[in-house]
């Protein structure tokens, strides 16, 4: 059986790599989404196990020690990481498989996997970024704050991944999204 292939999307909290992500899932349901742990407290709606799998800092620091993450990072002041099994096995059985994560996590698979295919999605403007965080009503004034001091880093970043896409128009965007993945891995 072929070997499956990693595919990373990075960008600024509030650019829309979850919106996007979950169109393209919807249309595409050869690709499975990686499940990350966080420390993060849950925003309202989300679901255990959907969403993230949300542990406490004793419990990540074990998953740490004990070699369970793929890659990890703090981010705006809480951690999130990938789960490592779940992913090495749905690569060995040949699938495609989608990490959405900050540009640290996004550094280190570059490094362990230098094969996965990273995209980086940009906002049109950085008053766009911040208007689309703030319209999402889940984030403190605080939470961001840092988000948008994050962002500034992780923009000036985009020269780093393979394929750089700016989601101004969404369906535009996920179309460019849907060529640049599909002619990357086929
Ligand atoms: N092209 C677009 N035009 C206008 N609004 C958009 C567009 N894409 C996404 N949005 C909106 O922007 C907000 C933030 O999107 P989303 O939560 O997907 O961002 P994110 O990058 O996944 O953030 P985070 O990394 O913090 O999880 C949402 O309200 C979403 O509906
Ligand atoms: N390095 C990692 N970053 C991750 C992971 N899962 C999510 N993220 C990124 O964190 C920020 C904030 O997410 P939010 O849900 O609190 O808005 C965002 O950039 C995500 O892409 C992960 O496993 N590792």
Redesign the pocket.
Known sequence: MQMGQLIV??????VG??TLLRSLLARHPELEL?I???T?AP?EGEIEGR??YFVNQEQFQGLIATGQLL???E??G?Y???PRTPVEEMIAEGKLVV????L???R?VRETFPGALQLFILPPSPEELERRIRVRG??SEEAIAR?LHRAQVEIAAADEFDIAIVNDDFDRALEAIETALFAAVS
């Not at 999307?9 to 509030?14: D, E, L, Q, V």
């Not at 990490?99 to 900050?102: D, P, R, S």
């Open positions: 999307f990075t960008g600024p909290s509030g790599k979850g990686s990350s742990v966080t993060r925003r969403h993230y890659e990890w990072a981010f705006a809480n999130y990481g990938t990490l959405e994560i900050e640290e996590g996004a280190q889940q984030d988000r």
